[in-house]
């Protein structure tokens, strides 16, 4: 990239850090210091605020960058993933959103221990929030140095492992400042730039062709060196019996482990009421939807003006395909306007990946503080401003993890990346919430074991299978020690959440606590007694 384009970019990336530090600082100030104001922002947003912010916490760097980029690489296939996230949110509608407004205070854990024994079921919930919060966080840091290469030319090792460290240095920042206040308030931002974005490149893809979307296709089709076969199924999961189940595999975590994501369910806490919770779905899946449909004309698009080879020559994992396209729309790499609008297309990518890092970084540093650390220390006084700074000191412990392991896998596709992390929410939290809310004779044993049932076996698949060993493009590709198949551990470990719940309340000597569940049920449906 030439000068004028890092240039340009670098003061759009400025602009954006500064106008959200000042956010942070403004909102800090002003804060109280209560659990409920870090954790919750004084429940005091409106739905449509709050579904913005829904959205831009949802709309990550996995949407923008990696689904495009996989739909470039490998055209019909790489739909499950637009598809697969936005299903999703039918099942938070229905089962979820208001449910668990009602019966939980800040986090997962509130919903499963208003009915359990407090100490053990918080230990195991707040465990696996922050398990997937880190996987999830992962996949931000490498859509980041991906960005961050592509801008400063070429494939720059140290320009991705400093752009890693410099968003999970703000990331810390933003969340130990403002809270979730300021965090609500940077995602807004972004939700209102990444959809603006969005729809400056699907129309200007779509003038490209004159609204022909057949045009647009075939055209895709024949600079995709794939043929009619990029239009069809099984160019990535269609080669064998294998990728297939992998196919299978990675739309069940997509569809069911939103409503696992513990970023996702702590934005239901931050609304006064249950049905200020479920209006925010509404506002959040009008945005969420159009925003996936676009992401497809992005990804096509990408493969009919970039070409598929290009995108993969810039970033093997596709990464960087909506840059470039933004580039070429503009006019080209030597144009004015192909550098304003690549950096602006740059810009919004990062504007979305230090949104989305602020939201799971709470989320993550809630988990810590208000069931892992407040569960090991109840009945102690002063705890509630404890929690608050056991919460920041989180966020920064979160942070580091969350660097190293976004430079192990800085070669991975983030889409990618985020559907291991959906798998392990939707095989570790789904079936202990839905447990909860919905059998009578869930015990404090199931509710445990359908924790560790799930978030145990998916971790050791994900270890045991090509993403870690075994293949070229593996996290470690000169070991093998591959034993499983699927790159996805979904179609296993989901199953085994759900048996290892039903097993662990099956031989628990406890009897279920009937008044405690008549207590729960009654809350969840009306939101009597709700926080």
């Known amino acids: 990239m030439t000068g004028t384009h890092q240039t340009l970019a670098l003061v759009l990336f400025s602009a954006f850090v500064a106008v959200t530090l000042a956010i942070t600082t403004w909102v800090g100030r002003k804060r109280r210091g209560s659990a409920e104001e870090f954790y919750a922002g004084g429940r005091l947003f409106s739905p449509m605020e709050n579904g913005f912010a829904i959205a831009g916490d949802y709309m990550s760097a996995a949407s923008f960058l990696g689904i495009s980029g996989l739909i470039a690489l490998y055209g019909y296939d790489g739909l499950l993933y637009s598809v697969g996230f936005l299903v999703a949110w039918l099942v938070v509608l229905f089962l979820v959103a208001e449910l668990v407004r009602n019966c939980g205070r800040f986090t997962m854990a509130d919903v499963v221990a208003s009915r359990m024994r407090e100490r053990p079921v918080r230990i195991a919930a707040g465990t696996s929030s922050v398990t997937v919060s880190v996987l999830y966080l992962v996949a931000q840091m490498v859509g980041a140095g991906s960005l961050v290469a592509l801008l400063l030319g070429g494939e720059s090792g140290a320009a991705q492992a400093w752009t890693v460290v410099g968003v999970g240095a703000l990331m810390v920042i933003y969340v130990s400042l403002g809270g979730m206040r300021a965090t609500t308030w940077i995602q807004i931002v972004k939700a209102v730039l990444l959809m603006g974005g969005t729809i400056t490149l699907t129309v200007l893809v779509l003038a490209r062709f004159h609204g022909d979307v057949d045009h647009l296709l075939r055209s895709a089709a024949a600079r995709s060196g794939h043929g009619s076969d990029f239009l069809v199924p099984g160019l990535k999961y269609g080669g064998s019996w294998t990728a297939r189940l992998d196919f299978i595999s990675l739309g069940l975590a997509l569809v069911l482990g939103t409503a696992g994501l513990p970023h996702i369910l702590s934005r239901f806490y931050t609304v006064p009421t249950a049905r200020a919770a479920r209006r925010s779905v509404v506002w959040s899946i009008g945005l969420i939807g159009s925003f996936y449909l676009m992401t497809i004309v992005l990804g096509f698009g990408a493969a009919a003006l970039v070409g598929s080879a290009a995108v993969r020559d810039s970033n093997a994992a596709g990464n960087t395909a909506v840059p470039l396209l933004a580039l070429d729309l503009g006019?080209?790499?030597?144009?004015?306007?192909?550098?304003?609008?690549?950096?602006?297309?740059?810009?919004?990518?990062?504007?979305?990946?230090?949104?989305?890092?602020?939201?799971?970084?709470?989320?993550?540093?809630?988990?810590?503080?208000?069931?892992?650390?407040?569960?090991?220390?109840?009945?102690?006084?002063?705890?509630?401003?404890?929690?608050?700074?056991?919460?920041?000191?989180?966020?920064?412990?979160?942070?580091?993890?969350?660097?190293?392991?976004?430079?192990?896998?800085?070669?991975?596709?983030?889409?990618?990346?985020?559907?291991?992390?959906?798998?392990?929410?939707?095989?570790?939290?789904?079936?202990?919430?839905?447990?909860?809310?919905?059998?009578?004779?869930?015990?404090?044993?199931?509710?445990?074991?359908?924790?560790?049932?799930?978030?145990?076996?998916?971790?050791?698949?994900?270890?045991?299978?090509?993403?870690?060993?075994?293949?070229?493009?593996?996290?470690?590709?000169?070991?093998?020690?591959?034993?499983?198949?699927?790159?996805?551990?979904?179609?296993?470990?989901?199953?085994?959440?759900?048996?290892?719940?039903?097993?662990?309340?099956?031989?628990?000597?406890?009897?279920?606590?009937?008044?405690?569940?008549?207590?729960?049920?009654?809350?969840?449906?009306?939101?009597?007694?709700?926080?």
């Not at 990062?350 to 810590?368: D, M, Q």
């Open 331 to 531: 006019g080209g790499a030597d144009s004015t306007g192909g550098t304003v609008l690549f950096a602006i297309v740059a810009a919004v990518a990062f504007a979305t990946i230090l949104a989305v890092v602020a939201g799971i970084t709470l989320a993550s540093s809630a988990s810590v503080a208000h069931d892992l650390y407040a569960s090991l220390r109840r009945g102690r006084g002063g705890k509630q401003r404890s929690e608050v700074a056991v919460a920041r000191v989180a966020a920064a412990g979160v942070g580091v993890v969350a660097i190293a392991l976004g430079l192990l896998a800085r070669d991975l596709n983030v889409a990618f990346l985020v559907g291991l992390a959906f798998a392990v929410a939707a095989s570790a939290n789904l079936p202990v919430l839905l447990f909860s809310l919905f059998w009578h004779d869930f015990t404090t044993r199931g509710a445990v074991w359908s924790v560790y049932g799930g978030l145990v076996p998916a971790l050791v698949l994900v270890a045991l299978s090509p993403v870690v060993s075994g293949s070229p493009t593996s996290l470690f590709p000169g070991v093998d020690f591959q034993f499983f198949p699927l790159e996805n551990p979904g179609l296993v470990s989901i199953p085994l959440g759900f048996l290892a719940g039903w097993l662990g309340t099956m031989t628990s000597a406890e009897p279920p606590d009937e008044a405690r569940h008549a207590e729960t049920e009654v809350r969840s449906l009306t939101g009597a007694g709700a926080a």
